[in-house]
T-cell receptor, first 111, second 113 residues
């Protein structure tokens, strides 16, 4: 019940396209859903996060869509750029617990 | 911009040896965490620490592991007797409060031979 399931495992998108990564969870107590971006050899960097009181949050080219009834949330990267090529992790936590991470999605944006 | 720092960046040790991984959290943060990431796998929670005591730990965090805040700035993870399967990237993270954004350090790559 603590799992966060992430898909796809890898994704190739052309420059300028939209990258979409999906996550699903089971624990209805989760109330914080961040996305992290990780470049090779680096630590995860917080990209954007959402709480379940809103269905969408947008920051620049990055948008989180949240569907509470379906227990799903997704990351959309608009106008994807080669510099966006990285591994993306979704995660979830309850108010006072630690982060449970998805298995990650390797995104490659081709020039 | 404040950031979490970790040392060393890479540690090679022999099986059975003790290692200490060091972290300096963001200065006004009160909650500290250790995570690990085995090569190519997801990030896994090890332990959280607040007010000089462990708040939460995972099943991975057995008696071989310990954490300490020896002074006002450092946060350490000690592995008493390393095993081959301890080889991984170890990330320190900190947050202002539980449930708030966690900021990760660059990690220490631990290689146990």
């Amino acid at each position: 019940q603590q799992q966060v399931k992430q898909s796809p495992q890898s994704l190739i998108v052309q420059k300028g396209g939209i990258s979409i990564i999906n996550c699903a969870y089971e624990n209805t107590a989760f109330d914080y859903f961040p996305w992290y971006q990780q470049f090779p050899g680096k630590g995860p960097a917080l990209l954007i996060a959402i709480r379940p009181d809103v269905s969408e949050k947008k920051e620049g080219r990055f948008t989180i869509s949240f569907n509470k009834s379906a227990k799903q949330f997704s990351l959309h990267i608009m106008d994807s750029q080669p510099g966006d090529s990285a591994t993306y992790f979704c995660a979830a936590s309850t108010g006072y617990s630690t982060l449970t991470f998805g298995k990650g999605t390797m995104l490659l944006v081709s020039p | 911009e404040p950031e979490v720092t970790q040392t060393p960046s890479h540690q090679v040790t022999q099986m059975g040896q003790e290692v200490i991984l060091r972290c300096v959290p963001i200065s006004n943060h009160l909650y500290f965490y250790w995570y690990r990431q085995i090569l190519g796998q997801k990030v896994e929670f090890l332990v959280s620490f607040y007010n000089n005591e462990i708040s939460e730990k995972s099943e991975i965090f057995d008696d071989q592991f310990s954490v300490e805040r020896p002074d006002g700035s450092n946060f350490t993870l000690k592995i008493r007797s390393t095993k081959l399967e301890d080889s991984a990237m170890y990330f320190c993270a900190s947050s202002e409060a539980p449930g708030r954004e966690q900021y990760f350090g660059p990690g220490t790559r631990l290689t146990v031979t």
